[in-house]
């Protein structure tokens, strides 16, 4: 996996556990599926770990883990499938302050998008990254200066910079 960051590509700090045994057994932080959170919590309760929910997953079943998620991946079974968008918004109104990030085969065009819906990071599959390298996500990522949806990104969207021109 390659993980993209708004600045370049950086090397992965998680090893991805897939039983609470390999969980436990790893030297550096693991990057655990949300059914095994809470187990790991138990064997160790003062240690932080990064998250892997998928993209349907409501809010309140990650929220008991804000404090000890030090990243939450959201996993994008396919590009076209949004949802992980639309989690990442929701996970940020709801006060999640750690690091957000967006797991599977998106597209550099998506980028901007997923930076403006919060996420901090994208972690693609090497298929992906080989056929849209680094360079490319960072000029995507500055390809798109304003916006249509309200509340998206930083600025005012379009719509309300034309009600602001009207006034």
């Given at each position: 996996m390659t993980v993209i960051t708004p600045t370049g590509e950086k090397p992965d700090a998680y090893g991805a556990a897939e039983t609470i045994e390999e969980a436990l057994a790893m030297d550096g932080m693991p990057l655990l599926p949300l059914a095994l959170a809470p187990?790991?919590?138990?064997?160790?309760?003062?240690?932080r770990f990064a998250l892997l929910v998928a993209n349907d997953t409501p809010v309140e079943e990650i929220a008991p883990f804000f404090g000890k998620a030090e990243t939450i991946a959201i996993a994008f079974p396919a590009f076209a499938d949004g949802r992980g968008f639309s989690l990442a918004k929701r996970l940020r109104r709801e006060g999640y302050e750690g690091t957000l990030r967006a797991r599977g085969p998106l597209i550099a065009d998506q980028f901007a998008d997923a930076l403006a819906c919060g996420f901090d990071e994208v972690d693609?599959?090497?298929?992906?990254?080989?056929?849209?390298?680094?360079?490319?996500?960072?000029?995507?990522?500055?390809?798109?200066?304003?916006?249509?949806?309200?509340?998206?990104?930083?600025?005012?969207?379009?719509?309300?910079?034309?009600?602001a021109a009207r006034r």
């Open positions: 187990a790991y919590s138990e064997k160790r309760p003062e240690a693609l599959p090497e298929t992906m990254a080989n056929r849209q390298p680094v360079q490319q996500w960072l000029e995507a990522k500055d390809s798109m200066s304003v916006h249509y949806q309200t509340g998206y990104g930083e600025d005012r969207s379009i719509l309300q910079q034309r009600l």
